[in-house]
T-cell receptor, first 112, second 110 residues
Framework: EAGVTQSPTHLIKTRGQQATLRCSPISGHTSVYWYQQALGLGLQFLLWYDEGEERNRGNFPPRFSGRQFPNYSSELNVNALELEDSALYLC???????????FGSGTRLTVV | QKEVEQNSGPLSVPEGAIASLNCTYSDRGSQSFFWYRQYSGKSPELIMFIYSNGDKEDGRFTAQLNKASQYVSLLIRDSQPSDSATYLCAGTEGFQKLVFGTGTRLLVSP
């Protein structure tokens, strides 16, 4: 069974640009979660998608947005990038009724 | 603000010893708790979850939950250098979303 896949692995952007991060969940998993892990900090909840709908979002500004596609894959968009957005962005998926998440390997976003 | 608190460490133990990692949580509505291991530069991987008061054992790992005290712990017996990592505690919020602590760094010395 393929795990959660994220792309790209690394992304370097200039301040003010937009970044798009992609995630494919494990087959059969319908929920996708996005977390930000800045250096030295814990995992901060960004967004939760289930069945194509945004179910919850964390305390992040509106320039962080995303969507979930009919095949349950998801993308995270970050507009007007700021230096503080530099972090590891982790996507996780969960099957309906399942316990815990399975994480992807993450996208390391660097804003210069 | 629902929070999960962990001591950042590092917690240093010699090889073969028992490592005890602790976590407290503020949300009495949290139903299930999870322990993830994260090696440096890697993504978190699920080690154990627990949702009933008491102990749950899986190999060298034992998770303990005390809902009255809002306390979760993870014991690692016969610690190995390969156990050196950051251990993240997480609790559910509304059954679906996980709230993570900042993690405890464990160092196991040979």
């Amino acid at each position: 069974e393929a795990g959660v896949t994220q792309s790209p692995t690394h992304l370097i952007k200039t301040r003010g640009q937009q970044a798009t991060l992609r995630c494919s969940p494990i087959s059969g998993h319908t929920s996708v979660y996005w977390y930000q892990q800045a250096l030295g900090l814990g995992l901060q909840f960004l967004l939760w998608y289930d069945e194509g709908e945004e179910r919850n979002r964390g305390n992040f500004p509106p320039r962080f947005s995303g969507r979930q596609f009919p095949n349950y894959s998801s993308e995270l968009n970050v507009n007007a990038l700021e230096l503080e957005d530099s972090a590891l962005y982790l996507c996780a998926s969960r099957r309906e009724g399942g316990y815990g998440y399975t994480f992807g390997s993450g996208t390391r976003l660097t804003v210069v | 603000q629902k929070e999960v608190e962990q001591n950042s460490g590092p917690l240093s133990v010699p090889e073969g010893a028992i490592a005890s990692l602790n976590c407290t949580y503020s949300d009495r509505g949290s139903q299930s708790f999870f322990w993830y291991r994260q090696y440096s530069g890697k993504s978190p991987e699920l080690i154990m979850f627990i949702y009933s008061n008491g102990d749950k054992e899986d190999g060298r790992f034992t998770a303990q939950l005390n809902k009255a005290s809002q306390y979760v712990s993870l014991l690692i017996r016969d610690s190995q250098p390969s156990d050196s990592a950051t251990y993240l505690c997480a609790g559910t919020e509304g059954f679906q979303k996980l709230v993570f602590g900042t993690g405890t760094r464990l160092l196991v010395s040979p």
